[in-house]
């Protein structure tokens, strides 16, 4: 048997947590996507399959910065524009009336961008 690339990996991984996981309306599913340079979080409500609030390293951008999305957004580090992401991701749920979730780590390891993610979200008010 061939050895499975990291893709592979997650994805099976992925499919493991999906079937177990599920969000709904009063507790939606906090989904995360990270890809080599960002990094993506969503409240998904499984029932409705509608996202209720979603926030990505994307909309992390400092004061001076050119509108240009290929320009990297920031100095900081990916782990700190992560931490950026979580609290405003908290901060949007709250507004929302939103206070605790279901954490999809999306089959990515628990550690790095994944957890600083998780520990804002969670410093802001967000209960999983």
């Known amino acids: 048997m061939a050895k499975q690339t990291r893709r592979e990996s997650r994805t099976r991984r992925h499919s493991r947590v999906r079937e177990k996981v599920r969000g709904s309306a009063a507790r939606p599913r906090l989904a995360v996507f990270r890809s080599i340079e960002h990094i ?10 509608n996202t209720l609030v979603q926030a990505s390293s994307l909309d992390v951008r400092p004061a001076t910065a050119s509108p240009s999305p290929a320009e990297p957004q920031s100095n900081a580090k990916k ?3 992560a931490k950026t992401v979580g609290a ?3 901060e949007k749920a709250k ?11 999306g089959g990515y390891r628990y ?7 998780g520990d804002a979200a969670r410093s802001a008010g967000l209960r999983f």
């Open 88 to 90: 405003m991701l908290g």
């Open 79 to 81: 782990s700190e524009r």
């Open 40 to 49: 993506y979080a969503q409240l998904i409500d499984d029932d409705s399959g």
């Open 95 to 105: 507004a929302k009336g939103i206070g605790e979730a279901v954490f999809d780590r």
């Open 111 to 117: 550690h790095g961008r994944v957890k600083a993610l």
